[in-house]
């Protein structure tokens, strides 16, 4: 396996995590915290955040704070979207002033769910990467962290985070970054995985990781062979 | 890594592959002849299918004949389709009958082209295995090997082809079925991923290997974990 990563994480970078106190974000702030990386994570309470907060910097030994998701998106240099796809495109409308010329982390999978499982949403942008760039002109919008599990993220006897994090954006600089910021986690590895145009189906794989999960009773991710 | 696998590929089997003289087909029918399946090689022209079939059953000592695609539909207990998105529906409208009570595997993926790579062409159905579906009412149909390199499975220096094989459908024994036959070609693995209607981001999401392959100079395969 060779390194797929591009650069290592700047010292300096702060990584916002907005919906951060929802499992998916809370579980990725809580891996990049303990990987030594600046967090800020941001909620629609910003009390509620400050707590989650709290708990992450106790539990990782790492530099997490909570703030609104304005006020998050302001912090970050890297801004990690973990909201629920319902209320995705209205919470980035209200935030293209805070996030013009910054690295903006989609990792929204829009699905429905009923008796037979989930299934992939119809988005109108083609993806909710695409979606959030086209609401985003200003900002470097990426995809990626669609597959890895929040439950695996959040348990604490888990060291290794055995999946690899497919990586998606028209800005190579914006990529490599967060590839780099994906391979962090001990464990992950960023791997690229095409333009943003080709952000639906990686987004909407996320229900037949679902399958997979109830079939197996697992929690499963995804590793690119022969990279 | 757990058997994901049903039961195994019973004896008597005959795999068809339509389309079999493309790479993709020819490929998947160099494994499947290798690993002791009996195979029979459908093409337009029958001719040419007997040529390949013989280079086949010579390279694997496997028993591998050839036919048209409707002499090898009718030949096939399993039968994979591995033709050109473009002329998919056109094939398997004429061939209802003799598909009928069969389990079909498609493994086409409904990719365009441009100067940026690969992208996914909309589908009327959703997918193409969708479309098959409708196309063949009276058929089991199953979606897999979608994301297998037929430069791998060409290659005859490669003696185990390191990839998982999603299966995707809505017959469990026909997905029992034909994960047995992924899990018989050393190194593969079938994995049951889903129904048909989450078909589509499966197929879509061979346009994203594709660019993996670019970046990376590779024959990229997919892995499942905690699977």
């Not at 600046?38 to 400050?50: E, Q």
């Amino acid at each position: 396996m060779t390194e797929a990563t591009g650069a290592g994480v700047p010292e300096e970078l702060t990584v916002a995590v907005l919906g951060g106190t929802g499992p998916q974000g809370r579980g990725l702030a809580r891996r990049f915290a303990a990987a030594g990386v600046r967090v800020v994570l941001g909620s629609r309470d910003a009390g509620r955040a400050g707590a989650t907060a709290a708990d992450l910097a106790a539990a990782t030994g790492g530099d997490v704070t909570g703030d609104d998701n304005r006020g998050a998106a302001r912090a970050g240099d890297v801004v990690v979207v973990a909201v629920p796809w319902d209320g995705h495109g209205e919470l980035l409308a209200g935030l293209r002033e805070e996030l013009a010329g910054k690295v903006v982390v989609d990792c929204v999978n829009p699905l429905g769910f009923d008796k037979q499982g989930a299934f992939a949403l119809p988005v109108e942008e083609g993806s909710a990467a695409q979606q959030a760039a086209a609401l985003l002109p200003d900002s470097r919008v990426v995809a990626a962290f669609h597959h890895v599990s929040a439950v695996v993220l959040e348990d604490p006897e888990v060291a290794e985070v055995d999946t690899d994090i497919m990586v998606l954006g028209d800005d190579r600089e914006a990529t490599d970054l967060v590839q780099a910021l994906a391979s962090a986690v001990p464990g992950m590895r960023g791997v690229y995985a095409g333009r943003l145009r080709n952000a639906h189906q990686v987004e909407a794989l996320t229900a037949n990781l679902i399958s997979v999960n109830r079939r197996y009773k697992a929690h499963a991710g995804l590793r690119v062979t022969d990279v």
